[in-house]
């Protein structure tokens, strides 16, 4: 496979990237856009930006009718960077106040509901359609774009990415790494077994576990796997 034919428009190839919290979707997509210059697209800070909005405005995170109405005045604007993505909600930099925990925590439950997810996915779809991107997040591979060339489904124990993220978060005496592991497994759970768009690996993709792997291990594996499905020419360097 190479370049894509939809309908008569060629695009580049797409890097799918799916898996639960805390498995270092985002290290690898940021790893990947680098190594071969493609942009690098993450879909949770879409759905955290909404949960943002949804906290601002003081809605019922289970009201779904409530959430549309808000997401029909709501502009959110990713940028891809070196690192990551800035994210912009209705034109302010809310890149930081995102991954506060009170935002991660209405996102695992603003992103249950199915119209929302369409609102979300149409947009996702839009911003990759010409390809040459690396996009993460839970239904990449399987809703947003299914017909990646690309898909890796990035997985660790929960005991691991816990353990992880632990010592990445600057300590505080109310976050306890029980705490971040039960916290994973809850939004695990949610995101499992949602009704739409669950997270699942797609068949196709390539699962990776990445719970006895060092992080050099991870992204040369991912580094072979893209190589694996995508010709030399289309990937930059
Ligand atoms: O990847 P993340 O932790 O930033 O995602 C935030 C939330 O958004 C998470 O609870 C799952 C949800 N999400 C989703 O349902 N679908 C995606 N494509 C990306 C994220």
Do not use: C
Not at 42 to 59: F, H, P, S, V, W
Not at 155 to 178: F, I, L, M
């Amino acid at each position: 496979m190479s370049e894509t034919t939809t309908g008569t428009a060629k695009r580049l190839p797409i890097i799918a990237i799916d898996g639960p919290a805390g498995a270092g979707k985002s290290t690898m997509a940021a790893h990947l856009a680098r190594r071969f210059g493609f942009l690098n697209l993450e879909t949770g800070a879409m759905y955290r930006a909404l949960a943002l909005k949804a906290i601002e405005n003081d809605l019922d995170f289970g009201d779904e009718p409530a959430l549309m109405e808000l997401a029909a005045y709501t502009r959110i604007t990713l940028q891809p960077q070196f690192e990551g993505n800035r994210v912009l909600l209705d034109g302010v930099d809310v890149s930081r106040r995102v991954r506060d925990e009170d935002v991660t925590a209405a996102a695992s439950r603003v992103s249950v509901h199915p119209q929302l997810r369409t609102w979300m996915v149409d947009q996702q779809r839009a911003l990759g359609s010409k390809g040459g991107v690396v996009m993460e997040g839970r239904d990449i591979g399987t809703a947003v774009f299914p017909d990646a060339e690309v898909k890796i489904f990035l997985d660790a124990a929960p005991e691991v990415r816990g353990n992880r993220r632990y010592h990445q978060t600057s300590p505080t005496k109310a976050v306890t790494e029980e705490s971040i592991i039960a916290d994973l497994k809850e939004r695990d759970s949610r995101d499992r077994n949602r009704a739409e768009s669950p997270l699942k690996a797609a068949e196709d993709a390539v699962i990776l576990d990445s719970t006895a792997m060092t992080l050099n291990e991870v992204l040369t594996a991912a580094e072979e796997v893209v190589r694996a499905h995508v010709p030399e020419p289309l990937l930059h360097k």
